[in-house]
């Protein structure tokens, strides 16, 4: 059973009354990363290749603090920290209108425990604008059993 978006806005903040939606909770973009170095996935660990923050469109001074994101994918990182409680299992998915605007959110699996805020890969079809603290991607909480809680490298990541 998937739970209510008041519910699951127990479990992220910041948020805003926009944000909460019947069956989730809006994330909103915050840093656009750019992957320069190869990553490593191995048998026994993983290592993220070196990546750099995507300049804002600060040049042009058209729309200030927004990215001018060409073709490619990226890495996006959420505004929000998100908690997913006990008992729980939670999924990320792209806002609509991204993809209504030919991009696409990919995501992975948010386990039980996790603590932080995460990132999504974005993925852009077609050049787009996205103003920093736009709403991207919408969280959804479902019931889920589980043994263990997360405790792996990323808890408690990009909190300041
Ligand atoms: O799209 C996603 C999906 C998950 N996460 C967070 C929550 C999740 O609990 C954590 C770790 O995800 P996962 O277990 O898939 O990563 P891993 O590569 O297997 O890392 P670890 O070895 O730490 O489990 O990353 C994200 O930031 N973005």
Not at 39 to 54: N, S
Not at 101 to 129: F, I, P
């Amino acid at each position: 059973m998937y739970r209510s978006g008041a519910f699951v806005a127990e479990c992220v903040s910041p948020t805003t009354d926009d944000q909460i939606q019947p069956n989730g909770v809006d994330l909103t973009l915050d840093i656009v990363f750019e992957q320069l170095e190869p990553g490593r996935i191995t048998r026994d660990g993983k290592e993220i290749g070196e990546r750099i923050a995507r300049p804002l469109e600060e040049l042009e001074q058209k729309h200030p603090d927004t990215y001018y994101l060409p073709k490619g994918a990226y890495v996006a990182r959420y505004g929000e920290r998100i908690r997913i409680p006990e008992g729980h299992v939670g999924f990320v998915y792209p806002r609509s209108s991204l993809m209504r605007n030919s991009c696409m959110l990919n995501t992975a699996v948010w386990d039980a425990g996790y603590e932080g805020r995460g990132e999504g890969l974005l993925q852009v079809h077609h050049d787009v604008e996205i103003e920093r603290g736009a709403r991207i991607a919408q969280l959804v909480f479902a019931k889920a059993n589980h043994e263990d809680v997360y405790d792996g490298s990323y808890q408690g990541e990009n909190l300041e």
